[in-house]
């Protein structure tokens, strides 16, 4: 991800603008896009700023609330399913969320494994 631009560029892109010059001209005159002047101005109009946003996605989960609530189920019940644990959150917690959002908050906490699938009896086995 780049770098945002500078807030000297930023704020005398807009105070060219708010000055009456056009946004086509504001941004020919500081060589940026027509599309990044006219979004600074309407940044500028409604916050009152044009610091850019911080960039990157958030740390942590929509599930970090709810930890308490997950892991208390895989203690009560070890061998409950992701597809089991998206269904509880939705009726008991209200949260929708997917079943690999499920995996990735339990792989953080080091709490997955493997299920085995219930393999035939053996054919030699007695009865």
Do not use: N
Not at 16 to 29: D, F, H, P, Q, V
Not at 64 to 76: N, P, Q, R, S, Y
């Amino acid at each position: 991800m780049g770098k945002p631009y500078s807030m000297d560029l930023r704020e005398r892109v807009v105070s060219a603008i708010e000055g009456g010059m056009s946004t086509r001209a504001a941004a020919a005159r500081f060589s940026i896009g027509i599309a990044t002047a006219g979004a600074w101005a309407r940044l500028k109009r409604a916050t009152g700023s044009v610091a850019p946003p911080k960039q990157g996605k958030p740390k942590g989960s929509v599930l970090d609330v709810h930890a308490d609530f997950i892991l208390g189920i895989i203690k009560e019940a070890p061998d409950t399913t992701l597809d089991e644990m998206v269904e509880r959150l939705r009726a008991e917690r209200a949260v929708t969320v997917v079943r690999t959002a499920v995996w990735k908050f339990l792989d953080r906490r080091e709490q997955t494994h493997k299920k085995r699938r219930l393999t035939p009896a053996s054919r030699s086995a007695p009865m």
